[in-house]
């Protein structure tokens, strides 16, 4: 018997950077769940599939350029400081948990941090950590598009 070497992996993926913007100004930008084309990479539109906007209970659809996506529910909510989400579908994972966390630096600047935690299909250790890497490209390009945005 051969043996394909696949299995499940866990990972943890943290970006985080500093926006030169009053705290109310970034969270007014990521809590509008639905405005991620105008930062996220390579998103043509994100729509409501819930009645309910913010706040846990919130579900939202992304569409990539490519064709692929993403079903997500929003499972945690502080006003003003993060919010946690789920994916359901449309990721290569059995768990998908990631978190918006904002810090206050100054009056004018914050540190916006993104991070989650993965549990992949059934897939190759190189598979996963290939998946790990472009997640944590994802989401540094990411963050920098809003900063730029932010800071304008």
């Not at 990479?41 to 992304?62: C, F, H, M, N, P």
């Not at 945690?76 to 206050?104: C, Q």
């Not at 993104?114 to 540094?140: D, I, R």
Request: charged fraction near 25%; hydrophobic fraction near 35%.
């Amino acid at each position: 018997m051969v043996k394909s070497g696949k299995a499940y992996h866990t990972g943890m993926v943290k970006k985080s950077i500093t926006i030169n913007a009053p705290k109310n100004k970034v969270w007014r930008k990521i809590s509008n769940i639905v405005g991620l084309p105008s930062w996220l990479v390579d998103v043509k539109k994100t729509e409501y599939l819930s009645k309910k906007k913010r706040g846990v209970g919130a579900i939202r659809k992304l569409t990539f350029n490519d064709g692929n996506t993403i079903e997500e529910h929003v499972v945690a909510w502080k006003d003003g400081e993060y919010f946690t989400y789920i994916a359901t579908e449309g990721l290569p994972l059995r768990a998908y948990v990631a978190t918006l966390s904002i810090k206050p630096k100054s009056k004018n600047s914050v540190t916006l941090t993104w991070e989650s935690y993965v549990n992949s299909q059934k897939m190759t250790e190189k598979e996963f950590l290939e998946f790990l890497v472009f997640m944590g490209t994802f989401y540094e390009t990411s963050l920098c598009n809003l900063k730029s945005r932010l800071e304008k």
